[in-house]
């Protein structure tokens, strides 16, 4: 399937802090509205309150490197975020993302070329994102991380699976 998201567009180098805040970490629940709230407040002040569902963000290379917290990858799930598309991702953020739902994509060809505020399709299938009228091909995700990310993340791909077994 091929959709349109507007573009928010960051550097190299945003590590957990700045995408969320640490100084909310044991002050924030697990209410998806106030993670939103905070959502890169410290980098990008307009985003919590601008963001649409469906946007994206495209950044550099070692997007959520810093601490494990998983509140770095649900404050922009919360937030609507579809995907982040990065040169490249810190490891632990990377699979953060997939357990909680969130696509991320590492195809550094199509980072220096985008424009925030601009938008581009990406279209999972053929692995593929078009920005004006340009094609680039990032690597395959494998058939169970686009499972787990379509299901919400992989507590509901389980219980998913568990269902289907039944």
């Known amino acids: 399937m091929n959709t349109t998201h507007r573009i928010w567009k960051y550097g190299d180098n945003v590590n957990t802090d700045v995408i969320f805040p640490g100084k909310y970490t044991y002050t924030v629940s697990h209410d998806p509205i106030e993670l939103a709230k905070h959502a890169l407040e410290d980098l990008d002040p307009n985003f919590a309150s601008q963001v649409q569902v469906g946007d994206v963000i495209v950044a550099g290379r070692n997007w959520g490197n810093g601490s494990s917290r998983e509140q770095a990858v649900t404050c922009l799930v919360h937030a609507g975020v579809k995907a982040v598309?990065?040169?490249?991702?810190?490891?632990?953020?990377y699979r953060n993302a997939i357990n909680n739902g969130l696509l991320v994509i590492q195809c550094p060809e199509i980072v220096p070329v985008v424009t925030a505020g601009n938008s581009l399709s990406i279209d999972i299938e053929e692995s593929t994102i078009t920005y004006e009228s340009q094609t680039y091909g990032f690597p395959r995700l494998p058939d169970v991380v686009q499972d787990i990310v379509t299901a919400g993340g992989i507590i509901p791909y389980l219980q998913n699976q568990t269902l289907t077994e039944e």
Do not use: V
């Open 85 to 93: 598309i990065a040169t490249s991702f810190a490891r632990i953020y």
